[in-house]
T-cell receptor
Framework: DQQVKQNSPSLSVQEGRISILNCDYT??????FLWYKKYPAEGPTFLIS?????DKNEDGRFTVFLNKSAKHLSLHIVPSQPGDSAVYFC??????????FGAGTRLTVKP | GAVVSQHPSWVICKSGTSVKIECRSL??????MFWYRQFPKQSLMLMAT?????????EQGVEKDKFLINHASLTLSTLTVTSAHPEDSSFYIC?????????????FGSGTQLSVL
């Protein structure tokens, strides 16, 4: 049961441009959403999160937007840098022990 | 920031043997740890929730006797893959939540690549 979906397995952008990574979810019970970044052979690291009571959260170059009616969230990275090249996982959460992850989107930022 | 150490990072074993993977929170206490499995190009699939001092909670479809979890202290959880077979080959990742943090983010280990011959 894929409750969190990242439909784009990969994304390629030019350095300095905006990267937009998308995530859709099906469970309306989710009330907290997170983005994790993962480099090869490493565990994911937390990037940014948003509560369902908000529709936007910004942290430096990273902004997460939440559209509850559409059950959609997105991560914007601007400006994109080559070091941002990684796999990005969207995750959603609704109780103390149940976080669901999307399949990930591989972002490549070209110099 | 908080660090989770996972060991070993990779292991190759013969079919039928057992493999133990350790997950340690190095600078925080974690009553709750999570074990995930990731197949190539697929999502992190939650296998079980490890609770210090009590039995682990397994996700549907995960064999309890196959994947033994022990969370004996607030900083250590272990996953033992018993009688491993080639289909158990995968990337296993643990994560932990800081007991004193109010946010919901998890800290992940670096993962263990298991190859069963």
């Amino acid at each position: 049961d894929q409750q969190v979906k990242q439909n784009s397995p990969s994304l390629s952008v030019q350095e300095g441009r905006i990267s937009i990574l998308n995530c859709d979810y099906t469970n309306s019970m989710f009330d907290y959403f997170l983005w994790y970044k993962k480099y090869p052979a490493e565990g994911p690291t937390f990037l940014i999160s948003i509560s369902s009571i908000k529709d936007k959260n910004e942290d430096g170059r990273f902004t997460v937007f939440l559209n509850k009616s559409a059950k959609h969230l997105s991560l914007h990275i601007v400006p994109s840098q080559p070091g941002d090249s990684a796999v990005y996982f969207c995750a959603a959460y609704y109780n103390n022990n149940d976080m669901r992850f999307g399949a990930g989107t591989r972002l490549t930022v070209k110099p | 920031g908080a660090v989770v150490s996972q060991h070993p990072s990779w292991v190759i074993c013969k079919s039928g043997t057992s493999v133990k993977i350790e997950c340690r929170s190095l600078d925080f206490q974690a009553t709750t740890m999570f074990w995930y499995r990731q197949f190539p190009k697929q999502s992190l699939m939650l296998m079980a929730t490890s609770n210090e001092g009590s039995k682990a909670t397994y996700e549907q479809g995960v064999e309890k006797d196959k994947f033994l979890i022990n969370h004996a202290s607030l900083t250590l959880s272990t996953l033992t893959v018993t009688s491993a077979h080639p289909e158990d080959s995968s990337f296993y990742i643990c994560s932990a939540r800081d007991d004193w943090e109010t946010n919901e983010k998890l800290f992940f280990g670096s993962g263990t690549q298991l190859s069963v011959l």
